[in-house]
């Protein structure tokens, strides 16, 4: 059942970092899947409702498009990072909207996660689009740590990502044949053109020209003897 499979992992990791980094104090919530471009993961208070108790429940969403184009622990890092914004919201005082505020920031840097809205040393600390990156040996590193050491794994991986996987992390994901063989099979999506236009090109004199897929278009340089241009590519 691949559906109980992956969620149980996730959920696993959640009651892993609960107890290593909350002392198990954080309320359940609910954990999905879900492709919002340009996000890693999200956390969005009381989103789910039951239809038998009328109970509220968070939700913690996270992109499986990144899984394989980022490393097991930084993806746990977002579980993470989403985790803050719960014991937040039950626990302290959340920023207005999406912002990332003091408080925030302190309890992230607390459990090992630096705030930085570059994901690199010298980012801002607070604002409205942040992520982070994963301090040394602090807290959340060693949890991890102690958490892989169990054999733990994301089974599934995104075979569309939005990027190839960096050379070290096909080195790392290849550790094994069935992961050797889930990476052969990822193919990035291609950056979509918008605009529906061709670049042509003169194999002979290279003039170029803008133009609609499929259109048989002819240099007009006597030099080139009406040669036909070719297309080169599309328009970013």
């Known amino acids: 059942m691949p559906s109980v499979e992956f969620y149980g992992e996730l959920q696993k990791a959640f009651s892993h970092f609960n107890e290593g980094l909350f002392e198990g104090k954080l309320p359940a919530c609910l954990i999905t899947l879900q492709r919002k471009k340009n996000t890693y993961g999200y956390f969005s208070s009381e989103r789910f409702v039951s239809s038998e108790t009328g109970e509220c429940i968070d939700e913690i969403a996270l992109n499986p498009s990144w899984f394989v184009v980022r490393t097991v622990p930084q993806t746990l890092s977002t579980l993470v990072h989403e985790m803050v914004h719960l014991w937040q919201y039950h626990f302290g005082d959340p920023g207005r909207r999406a912002y990332h505020n003091r ?20 980012g801002r600390r607070l604002g409205e689009q942040m992520t982070h990156y994963i301090l040394e040996d602090g807290p959340f590193d060693r949890a991890c740590r102690d958490l892989m050491t169990r054999e733990f794994t994301l089974s599934w991986l995104d075979r569309f990502p939005p990027q190839e996987p960096s050379q070290a992390l096909a080195a790392a994901l290849t550790g094994g044949s069935a992961s050797a063989a889930a990476l052969a099979r990822v193919a990035p999506v291609q950056a979509e053109n918008r605009s529906h236009r061709v670049k042509y090109r003169c194999p002979s004199c290279a003039a170029q020209v803008w133009g609609k897929p499929g259109m048989k278009l002819l240099c007009g340089e006597e030099a080139c003897e009406a040669a036909g241009m070719q297309p080169v590519g599309a328009q970013s």
């Open 103 to 122: 408080e925030w920031a302190d309890r992230m840097e607390v459990i090992g996660l630096m705030p930085s809205n570059t994901g690199k040393p010298g």
